[in-house]
Each structure stands twice: as C-alpha cells, then as structure tokens.
C-alpha cells in the first residue's frame, strides 16, 4: 500500500502514460494513446507527423467526423423524452409532481446542453464520464473530459478517479473551502499548463496544476495519523485536492494539500454506448475506423505523389557522374544537374500512373469503414442510385438504425441510473418547502391533470360556498356538477399552458408532508426511443383517426378496441391510457378525497405574488 495519497497519485499518472494492459495474447491495450489517437484523428492530425522523409506534406482525407456526427445524431436524446410513469394508481400525483420538478431542474440547469455533450462525447469515444456536484443545494451536471482524467484501463471503478486541472492563483484564493496557507505555498511554484504525458499547452506560466480525487480510501489520509493496527485499516470515501511540484532533486517533491474530506457518494459515473468487457473505455465511432483511416491516409497520399510526379519532366541519363543518385529526391530538393556532353538524356514517361486502381482501393476501404459503424449511405443523405427502389432505402436505413436502438437503451438506463441515484435524491431536498410550482404542459399534460383536478376543485369549492351560506343562515343551492365545473374550466382557461402547484394552505403542509407515504420507488423512469420511421407512425396515426372519424361506434366492439389500443401501443407515440383519461371523469358525489389536498390551488396568481 502507498504511504499517502501523493503517492497513489504519481504512480496512477505515470502508469496510465506509460503503462500497457495485455488484453489478451495477441491484444495489447493503451488506453491513453488510444485517447491521443482519438484526438488526433478527429482533429485531421497525423500521429506520424504532418510530412513524410523528403519533406512533402500528407494529407489528412478524414472518414471519421462523418461517421462521428451520424452516431451523435442517431442516438439522441432530448429533455422531453425523460419522463416519470407512476406504476400505481397512489403515485399518479407524485410523478405528475415530480415531473413538472424534473422538468423546472433541467431547465434551470441547461441539462439540454449537458445531454448535446454528453452524446456528442459517447459517439466520438464509446465511453463519457460524467461528474454530478451540489452547490448551494443545486446539483450541477458535466461531462468530464478524457484529457483531464487518470483512471484505471480495465476497471474503472478498481483505483480512485483522478481529474487534473489547472487553477490561477486569483482562482484558487477565490476558493475559501481550500487550505489558504497551503494556497499561498503553492502559489509560489506555478508553472506552466501541460498535458498528461507533460508537454506544455501554451505559453501562459502563471497555472498551478491540481489533482482532484475521489474514491474509497484509508481513513488515515485524513489525519495523517497511522493506524494502530495495519490490518484493520478502515476505509471511506473521500475528495482530496492535492498539488506537487518536483524539488531540487529529482526524486523528491514538494506536496501540498489544499483540500482533503468524506464524502456522501462518488460524484463520477461511467456510461457507455455498448460496453466492452476489459475496458474502461469502449469502442466509439473513430476507434472502430483506425485502420479504415490510416489506408485512406496512405491511398491518398500515394495518389498525391504520383499525381505530383506526372507533372514533373524526369529524364535519364548514361553519363557516370549520375550512378548512384536518386533523381527524384534531387529533384524534390532543388538539387541542379551538370550534364556531361556527348552523353545520351532521355525523358522518362510518368504518365502512366494507375490512380484507378487506388481509387478502387481507397473505396473498398471506405465501404468497410461503412460497415463497421453501421453507416451505410442511406444514413448520410447520399442520394441513393438512380431506379433504387424506396422500401430498400428504407430497409438499409432501418437495418443501420438497429444498432443505434440498442445504444440509445443503454443511454437510457444511464439516464434512469442518474435520475435514481442523483437527481431523484436532490428534488426530495427541494420537497421541504411549500413554495409554488409552476407547470409548463403540453396539450396532453393539461387534459391529464385536468380531468384529475377539475371534479375534485368543483366539489371543493361548492363545499366552501355551502358552508359560507349555512354560516349566513342561507340554504345553499343544490350542487350542479356541469355549471360548478365549468367555472373552474373557464377559471383555469385564463392560465393557457400552465399550471400552479402549492401545498394545502389551510394545513400549511410542505411537499414533503404531503408525500411522506409515497415512496419514489413506485415510480419508474421512462427514457423514450427517437430512432423510429415518424413518417409511418404519421401515416398509422392518421388511417386510425379516420377510422373512428368516419365510424365511432367500432370502439364499441371489445375485440375492435384490443386492436386500437395495440395499434396505438405499437406507435409508441399515444398511450391508450392517454385516451381514456382524456375522457370524462367520474362525477364525485362526496368532498373529494384526502389525497386532493396535495393540488390546493391549479389557478393564475391574480396579484403577480403567486396567490391564487
């Protein structure tokens, strides 16, 4: 075990630069100059340099951006397809709820922009680490990028995480919550921004480079203390913030502690497209291509040179004082003959190049980049040949879009791993309060909790009239259930597409108290799927619609609704559920029920102070 958490650090970072991991007999596997590779190549950057041995420049013909962007796009997930679906008739407000908190955190946290980044990251590298803080009660989303993380290349999960960023010494004294002496020593031996293998970024000195670690780890590293006994060592988890700087001596270093804590859980979380066995990191769009690229690289720079040499007027020669040079290099030089006389010269045909072939070669390469990612022309908008029929485009789109099925689940279980392990937690915090909620639906959302609420508020408001009349000595009117909801329909109209959520007043009950019988386990988390042919769900979705416009009463039938509602299940567009509570409620004949109380007021504030 190492002495201190310096230690750990120094050896994790110099085995993830140097180190390799034998896979397998014939597999050998450098997570960190796959990483660089990675870069590299969507960067359209050689790894071997941008010329070749006589100086000419190669090309960079880039087939990994194409097939980049088409996973991005094809596995795509927006806000709205994250939803909480109750699974008992007792959680329908509860995940109403918790939607229209779900939704208020996403916005207030630009998670749409953390899901572009997120996907964008998955598509280019098969694997994204994401990071989840709180802040001030705030839980801040990001994805950390794979140039500023220290992992182990088999097991994520096997050594502590470590992320290395640089701070300016105006930053870090910005930061109260670290050790400000500590702050003050270190900032006397800044330096300058580097990479992880140790070459510099820029020309910007004043950068103290910092090492942020999580994970579980001997409870020792807290107090410096050793334990009393080495084999009962205890270990927590915990965040440190650590610095070094290499001493006079080149085995010796400066350490420093800035920060140093136990913490609750571990802020990062791995998520992959399709996960592979061994590996840390999958297998994205550009490392499935590395080979595809580099022929490409090297078809095209064959074709570039051949091109360029039959546009040069080569000639030979039988004089002497030429044996032994090489006359294209002399020429690539600038190098000048001296011709001896009398000694036959004649031009050498270049002309007869067979780009052709390379041609041919170039596209059996592009069509197994193709292949291998799954992104056959009907996927890049290529317009498809000339008497291609329609369904087969169709087909090979549908085919390539199986495997991006697959990968947009497994997205959506991380997101259902997110909500349940981070984000579910931080909206039960927000529940202890009785502040408004407001409520931006859809047309659908409205009719839903509509058709909850409106039945309920028109016996409750009769309710409250009643009493004030009795109080007067008056006898109320009858209860009218069509007049007493159309009141509060036509009060409701006035607030459009939203709706406003506050605890019961008369018990100034929190959110919490309302739902302390709820458990959040009684709802699931639905992620939904995009890659579907709109075009025929469209077309299924207006066939039913005329179908029942032009006949009604084939809903009637019990076997005629099986078929509509699996129709309808099968779009995966609406619910069959959706129709039915879009439908008129039942007529409530008593004071609504306890759990009514949860929605006190659905209406517009009137005074601009959220009263209702």
Not at 316 to 326: E, M, P, T
Not at 562 to 579: D, H, K, W
Request: proline letters at 5%.
């Amino acid at each position: 075990m190492q002495d201190s958490i310096f230690d750990i650090v120094r050896e994790a970072e110099d085995n993830y630069i140097h180190g390799n991991t034998q896979m397998s007999e014939y597999v050998n596997f450098d997570m960190h100059n796959t990483l660089e590779t990675i870069d590299a190549y969507l960067n359209s950057k050689h790894i071997s340099g941008s010329e070749d041995a006589l100086g000419r420049d190669k090309p960079f013909f880039n087939i990994v951006t194409a097939a980049t962007n088409i996973w991005y796009r094809a596995t795509d997930i927006d806000r709205k397809d994250l939803k909480f679906i109750p699974t008992n008739s007792s959680s329908v407000l509860l995940a109403f709820v918790a939607n229209v908190m779900l939704q208020n955190w996403m916005n207030d946290n630009r998670f749409g922009q953390f899901l572009n980044q997120w996907g964008r990251t998955l598509a280019r590298y098969g694997s994204a680490v994401l990071k989840f803080v709180e802040v001030k009660g705030e839980l801040i989303p990001s994805v950390v990028p794979w140039n500023r993380l220290i992992v182990d290349p088999i097991d994520f999960e096997a050594l502590p995480r470590i992320e290395k960023f640089y701070k300016t010494p105006a930053q870090l004294r910005k930061m109260k919550h670290y050790d400000q002496d500590m702050v003050e020593a270190l900032i006397t031996s800044v330096q300058a921004r580097e990479t992880l293998d140790g070459q510099q970024k820029d020309n910007q000195s004043k950068f103290i480079e910092l090492y942020e670690v999580h994970g579980e780890l001997p409870e020792s590293f807290l107090t410096d203390k050793e334990p009393e006994d080495p084999k009962k060592i205890v270990y927590t988890q915990q965040m440190h913030v650590i610095s070094y700087v290499r001493g006079a001596k080149n085995a010796e270093f400066d350490d420093f502690t800035l920060y140093r804590g136990k913490e609750a859980k571990d802020p990062y979380m791995i998520t992959h497209l399709i996960e592979e066995d061994g590996r840390t990191l999958s297998i994205g769009a550009v490392e499935y291509l590395f080979d595809a690229q580099w022929m490409q690289n090297h078809t095209v720079k064959n074709m570039k040179d051949l091109l360029d040499l039959t546009s040069k007027l080569v000639f030979q020669s039988a004089d002497g004082s030429f044996v032994g040079k090489n006359v294209i290099t002399s020429i690539e030089n600038g190098d000048i003959f001296t011709h001896e006389d009398n000694k036959p010269l004649s031009q050498i045909n270049t002309s007869k190049g067979d780009v052709t072939a390379l041609q041919n070669f170039s596209g059996m390469w592009t069509s197994l980049a193709q292949e291998i990612t799954s992104t056959p022309d009907a996927l890049r908008g290529v317009t498809m040949p000339s008497g291609t029929p329609y369904s087969l485009g169709a087909f090979l789109g549908a085919q390539a879009n199986s495997l991006f099925e697959i990968m947009t689940e497994n997205k959506g279980l991380s997101l259902e791993d997110i909500l349940r392990i981070h984000v579910i937690p931080n909206l039960r915090k927000k529940l202890k309060n009785k502040d408004e909620v407001v409520a931006i639906l859809d047309g659908a959302g409205i009719q839903e909790i509509d058709a909850l609420y409106v039945p309920r508020a028109a016996v409750k408001k009769y309710n409250k009239e009643a009493k004030q009349a009795l109080l007067r000595g008056e006898v109320p009117a009858p209860f009218n259930k069509d007049v007493a909801e159309a009141g509060i329909k036509d009060q409701l109209g006035n607030t459009g597409n939203k709706r406003f959520f506050k605890p019961d007043e008369l018990d100034q009950k929190q959110w919490d108290e309302i739902f302390s019988d709820f458990e959040w386990d009684s709802i699931r988390v639905e992620v939904t799927n995009e890659n579907t042919d709109k075009q025929a769900v469209l077309t299924t979705l207006s066939t039913v619609l005329q179908t029942i416009a032009s006949n009604p009463a084939i809903l009637q039938d019990p076997n005629a609704k099986v078929v509509f509602n699996s129709i309808l299940a099968e779009t995966g567009r609406i619910s069959p559920l959706q129709i039915a509570t879009a439908q008129a409620a039942p007529q409530p004949t008593a004071s609504p029920p306890g759990g009514a109380e949860a929605l006190s007021a659905l209406t517009a504030p009137t005074n601009g102070t959220g009263t209702s």
